[in-house]
Structures are given as structure tokens and as C-alpha cells.
T-cell receptor
Framework: NAGVTQTPKFRVLKTGQSMTLLCAQDMNHEYMYWYRQDPGMGLRLIHY???????AKGEVPDGYNVSRLKKQNFLLGLESAAPSQTSVYFC????????????FGAGTRLSVL | KQEVTQIPAALSVPEGENLVLNCSFT??????LQWFRQDPGKGLTSLLL?????REQTSGRLNASLDKSSGRSTLYIAASQPGDSATYLC????????????FGDGTTLTVKP
């Protein structure tokens, strides 16, 4: 199993550009999450999904959209990137069914100029 | 709103020393608490997960305890090694239905040879 895979690993955007971050997990996990990690602010939840076809807002959802059309994939979109979205983005998944260990991807480092 | 605090923010110890990392949280109504390790530029790796009904979990040289009533958890590392150098984060989860984990800012540990 590859676990949780994030694509791309690095990206530089100009203000106003759009992009999609892909998270893929091959563990048949029910729950998936997108976090951002910023110095001094810890990890903050952006959006999450409790199953295929579902999404919900987390702590800092503004400026982001998500989709979970397939159980194994969770996409995070930035429609019009802003410098405030410069961050490291992590995807995570949890099996569900009472098993709650959270598994993380390696992260995507995004810079918005 | 749940708040998670980890003190100290940084810790430096000589190799072989036993050490304790602290995690405190403000809302005792948690479902579980998870300790992670993060190496520079990498994702988070799960170390131990303690359910709210448990008092401690052990894995190798690591032992994590949980005292819900006082809102505290500790991660004990025995016989520290240079390879233990990393940032250690704790996260508390409120309920079973995915939702939010609240993370601390972490303790950065340096073990000197």
C-alpha cells in the first residue's frame, strides 16, 4: 500500500491563478481531511469528508473548495490564489468504523506570489 | 473552543536521557488523543493513539498517558536517541464522526549525541 499520496509536492502560483491539489489513499478509508500548517498556528482543518460524495467545512474553509467524487480521492481547489494561502497543505485519512488512527500524506508546499 | 497547548516549545537533551513531553487541552470531552512525530519537511507519522476510556498506551520506548479530568497527556520517551530528534505533536478529537482534530503547536526535540 502506498498510503496517502499527495500531488504535487511543490507549487508556485501567481496571485489569482487557480490550482487543484490531489490526495489519494489506497487504504479504503472513509474519512479524509485537508489541513494547512503555518508557523505558530499549528495545523488547521480546511475541509473534510465523511464518505464518498460528502464534504464539510472545517476551521478555515474560505477560499478553498473540495470534492470527493471517488472514495479514494479528495481534491482541494484554490479558485483564485492569494498570498495568504501560502502554506504547507496536508491530507489525512481515517479508516472509520471505530478505528481512528489518522494517516497523513507527505504534504504539498505552496507559495503564492 | 478546544485549545491544545504543548510545553515546552523546544527541548534539547543528551543521548540516553529519559524525557517527558506535555500536552494540555481545555475541553475534557474528547474521544481520543493522538501523538504524532513530524520530521523537517515531512508529513506526520502516528506514534500512539489513546481512546478516552484508556489511561495509557505503549509502543517500544514510548509511553503515552491520558488524564481527561485534568486535561493532560504526556509522552514519555525512554533512553532517547539522536534519531528521536523531531517535532512531536498531540491532537485531540472530539467525537467519533470524523470532524475536527485540534492540534498543538508541537515540541521540537533535539537529542544530542
Amino acid at each position: 500500500n502506498a498510503g496517502v499520496t499527495q500531488t504535487p509536492k511543490f507549487r508556485v502560483l501567481k496571485t489569482g491563478q487557480s490550482m487543484t491539489l490531489l490526495c489519494a489513499q489506497d487504504m479504503n478509508h472513509e474519512y479524509m481531511y485537508w489541513y494547512r500548517q503555518d508557523p505558530g498556528m499549528g495545523l488547521r482543518l480546511i475541509h473534510y469528508s465523511v464518505g464518498e460524495g460528502t464534504t464539510a467545512k472545517g476551521e478555515v474553509p474560505d477560499g478553498y473548495n473540495v470534492s470527493r467524487l471517488k472514495k479514494q480521492n479528495f481534491l482541494l481547489g484554490l479558485e483564485s490564489a492569494a498570498p495568504s494561502q501560502t502554506s504547507v497543505y496536508f491530507c489525512a485519512s481515517i479508516p472509520g468504523g471505530g478505528k481512528n488512527i489518522q494517516y497523513f500524506g507527505a504534504g504539498t508546499r505552496l507559495s503564492v506570489l | 473552543k478546544q485549545e491544545v497547548t504543548q510545553i515546552p516549545a523546544a527541548l534539547s537533551v543528551p543521548e540516553g536521557e529519559n524525557l517527558v513531553l506535555n500536552c494540555s487541552f481545555t475541553d475534557s470531552a474528547i474521544y481520543n488523543l493522538q501523538w504524532f512525530r513530524q520530521d523537517p519537511g515531512k508529513g506526520l507519522t502516528s506514534l500512539l493513539l489513546i481512546q478516552s476510556s484508556q489511561r495509557e498506551q505503549t509502543s517500544g520506548r514510548l509511553n503515552a498517558s491520558l488524564d481527561k479530568s485534568s486535561g493532560r497527556s504526556t509522552l514519555y520517551i525512554a533512553a532517547s536517541q539522536p534519531g528521536d530528534s523531531a517535532t512531536y505533536l498531540c491532537a485531540v478529537r472530539k467525537n467519533t464522526n470524523a470532524g475536527k482534530s485540534t492540534f498543538g503547536d508541537g515540541t521540537t526535540l533535539t537529542v544530542k549525541p
